[in-house]
């Protein structure tokens, strides 16, 4: 077992380093299909230190573009992690910032076109909470203008001296 180790700086204080363990992501496929989250101590907090160190050191490497990817590499349950989000403020506190990491690492990718904007921007309202808010008050102004919007009749003369005939009139039409 080899346990990843890394140095982060200790609370309060500027040149002291304190050694974390982060949490293993060799757990086996048959225990997380059992759903055995007997291996997961979120009540200790050393326990939730391994967890928030661990979920951003992965939302720091390039190929973390999906929060379900976190989970899937670490054997967590999707269910048993909202959970752990409703009951602990400090995990909710580190998956915010995350899900806002990988937010911006898709927004860059798309913008840098690494990735497909469509694709990109599908689901972006999960990771950026502005992004919603945003996405619905441009709704909001498409919906007016399309309320809004009138049939618009543009009256056009013949040039002088010419013999085209003058287009018909609104009333002509109806």
């Known amino acids: ?14 040149n002291n380093t304190v050694e974390v363990l ?6 086996s ?12 101590f979120p009540d ?20 973390s573009l999906d ?8 054997r967590i349950p999707r269910q048993t992690f909202y959970d752990w989000i409703t009951n602990y403020p ?16 898709k927004r860059l990718g798309a913008l840098m076109r ?3 904007k469509d694709v990109a921007f599908k689901d972006m309202y999960k990771y950026d909470p502005e992004w919603k808010e945003i996405d619905h008050h441009l709704q909001t102004i498409k919906n007016d203008l399309i309320r809004n ?13 010419t013999d085209v005939p003058e287009l018909p009139t609104r009333k002509d039409i109806e």
């Open 1 to 14: 077992m080899n346990k990843k180790r890394t140095k982060l700086p200790k609370e309060n204080t500027t």
């Open 22 to 27: 982060m949490l293993q992501s060799g757990r």
């Open 29 to 40: 496929i048959v225990s997380a299909a059992k759903n055995d989250v007997s291996m997961f």
């Open 44 to 63: 200790k907090d050393s326990w939730r230190n391994r967890l928030k160190y661990t979920m951003i050191d992965w939302a720091e490497r390039d190929t």
């Open 67 to 74: 929060i379900y990817s976190f989970y899937q590499e670490y």
């Open 90 to 105: 400090d995990i909710k506190a580190v998956h915010q910032e995350v899900m806002l990491t990988i937010g911006c690492r």
């Open 114 to 116: 690494k990735f497909d």
């Open 149 to 161: 919007q009138q049939d618009v009749f543009i009256k056009m003369y013949a040039a002088p001296n």
